[in-house]
């Protein structure tokens, strides 16, 4: 069943009424780039590589037919119109030719009522001269179908200025990017993307890419989507340099997962799934599964019912304990919870991990309880942690969707990259498990 997303909007210190954004976004967004369905891949819609996605934990799938749309509505997932079933192109002008304006909304008008229809796909990483070209075509598209919103993914922080399209200091260009797109192209929700792990080291933006775009979008009353690494790519003859990216394995795409819900994020999508010239991907390009399809299909459905307990909360602050990345917030009281070995925070050195380290996002709403996500950041350890709050506190167990009592002190077993999400204060007798 899908649900009316709201947000709260900000007033000092406090939290005032709730507001609902128009677009009904339902599941949180669980989807890949570069897989099944998706130009230049060698992997075709089928009820194969269906099965296989569904299996998987996969809710969004990219479709280039209307044969596509039917076998995703068999197989009951959601689809992503790709730019040749949907005459949208991405250009630097929008489209001002009339038959151009007509073609785009005959495709709309044939596919806007397809029951797997859920976005359409417009673009990837537009430099900023680009906005205005995509906005107005975007409005073509919700002049004849208000109800499924164009996808444009975003740059990282660490696009050059000329991939910007804006001059001045890299991360306040940046800044002024996403505002400027935000402002420009007015879009349903934002997505972005940011690849950290190399084969020498983690490089040290991640965290505040997902501060930045956690930030802008809840300014604008909007969810986000995070696109994190799956694989590694390059040239051959760079596979063992320092700075060239890495496989991920199953307890790195655990820290992603968790960390991307630990901002709030109500998508996650994945690159890449499977594609030439792109190694370790989720799934061999003869569809063989890795292990990390496997963690994946644990990890996944734990992020949407996670990420659905976050639905109508804020995010007041995201506290590191240990290793402080960019962007991130030293340990606080505001946090809650206290930790028997201390919560000293220091900044993280470049090119140093996050040994040792623990994050404690807080989320708040109007009339209900705080809500706090705890993230292992080690992901080569597992962490048992002593903990002691003001108040009792309930943990979620997203595999049965209800909360279990801990008390006021009480342990944590995380996992290498694990996550938990917590409450603060009384359950309510639908909660109570």
């Known amino acids: ?11 000092g210190i406090g939290l005032v009424a709730l507001a609902s954004f128009a677009w009904d976004m339902g599941e949180p967004i669980v989807t890949y780039w570069a897989g099944p369905g998706f130009k230049g891949s060698r992997m075709a819609i089928t009820d194969e590589s269906l099965k296989l996605l569904k299996e998987g934990g996969f809710n969004l799938v990219w479709a280039s037919s209307k044969e ?30 009339t038959n151009s304006c007509d073609e785009i909304k005959q495709r709309i008008e044939s596919l806007k ?11 990837d990483e537009p430099p900023a001269s680009r906005f205005e070209g995509l906005a107005a075509d975007s409005r073509i598209v919700r002049s004849v179908d208000p109800n499924h919103p164009t996808w444009v993914n975003l740059l990282p922080t660490y696009a050059n200025n000329k991939q910007l399209g804006l001059n ?9 990017h996403v505002r400027l797109f935000l402002e420009t192209y007015d879009p349903a929700f934002v997505s972005y993307d940011h690849y950290q792990l190399n084969n020498g080291w983690d490089t040290s933006n991640y965290f505040l890419n997902l501060s930045i775009v956690q930030q802008a979008s809840a300014a604008r009353d909007i969810p986000f989507m995070n696109g994190v690494q799956a694989c590694s790519w390059g040239p051959e003859q760079n596979l063992a340099s320092p700075a060239e990216p890495r496989i991920p394995g199953p307890d790195e795409m655990r820290f992603l997962v968790y960390t991307t819900l630990a901002y709030g994020a109500q998508g996650i999508y994945y690159y890449v799934y499977s594609f030439p010239r792109h190694r370790g991907s989720i799934v061999s390009q003869e569809g063989v599964p890795d292990a990390k399809y496997y963690e994946l299909s644990k990890l996944n459905p734990i992020f949407v019912a996670t990420a659905k307990q976050l639905r109508g909360y804020r995010l007041m602050g995201a506290y590191f304990k240990g290793y402080c990345p960019r962007g991130g917030t030293p340990y606080s009281p505001n946090a809650i ?13 470049e090119k140093k ?13 109007v009339n209900r309880p705080t809500r706090l996500m705890v993230v292992n950041l080690d992901y080569r350890k597992e962490r048992l942690l002593d903990v002691t709050a003001p108040f009792d506190v309930a943990r979620f167990d997203p595999n049965t969707g ?3 009592h801990l008390g006021k002190k009480f342990t944590l077993d995380l996992a290498k990259g694990e996550g938990t999400l917590l409450q603060v204060g009384n359950l309510s007798r639908r909660q109570e498990g």
């Open 113 to 123: 009522d397809h029951p797997a229809l859920y976005i359409y796909y417009h673009d």
């Open 168 to 176: 001045g200091e890299i991360i306040s260009a940046y800044r002024e």
């Open 353 to 365: 991990e996050l040994t040792d380290s623990i994050l404690v996002s807080r989320f708040d709403a």
């Open 337 to 349: 919870l206290d930790f028997a070995d201390g919560t000293t925070s220091e900044p993280l050195p």
């Open 1 to 11: 069943m899908k649900k009316r997303l709201k947000l709260s909007v900000l007033l």
């Open 402 to 404: 209800k909360w279990m």
């Open 68 to 97: 596509d749309l039917d076998l995703i509505a068999k197989w009951g997932l959601r689809a992503i119109c790709r730019s040749e079933l949907s005459g949208l192109k991405p250009q630097a002008k929008g489209n001002t030719d």
